[in-house]
């Protein structure tokens, strides 16, 4: 949602947003971690993609997680091709998610 946020924000061309998650368990001592890998669809430049890849890094929720686990987070290359679920926009993540003061416009 962040990710789609901001690309609305700075009127990005991003079309499609793919994100892979996977969770390893520490050893003993060792911090839990995330790998966070997102694809993002849309012509989109490498400065651009940096941009999104940041913006990702600085979600709220990401950052609590971050407390107490690592985050790495990595563009993936293409994406799976995976058309049979429904295209998500922002809007829908408002309609679903009442959050106060923000104005996606």
């Known amino acids: 949602m962040s990710v ?3 690309a609305r924000r700075q009127k990005l061309p991003l079309e499609r947003v793919e994100v892979g998650v996977s969770f ?5 001592g060792e911090r839990d971690s995330f790998e966070r890998i997102l694809v993002l669809g849309g ?3 490498a400065r651009q993609r940096a941009f999104l890849l940041e913006a990702a ?4 929720v990401g950052k609590i997680l971050g407390i107490s686990t690592d ?3 990595r563009l993936g290359a293409t994406t799976s ?3 049979e679920s429904p295209q998500a926009s922002y809007e829908d993540d408002l309609a679903e998610f009442q959050i106060p003061n923000i104005n996606p416009d």
């Open 71 to 73: 985050i790495n987070t």
């Open 4 to 6: 789609r946020f901001q």
């Open 43 to 45: 012509e989109l430049d």
């Open 24 to 28: 390893h368990h520490g050893a003993q």
């Open 57 to 60: 890094n600085l979600c709220p």
């Open 81 to 83: 091709g995976h058309n």
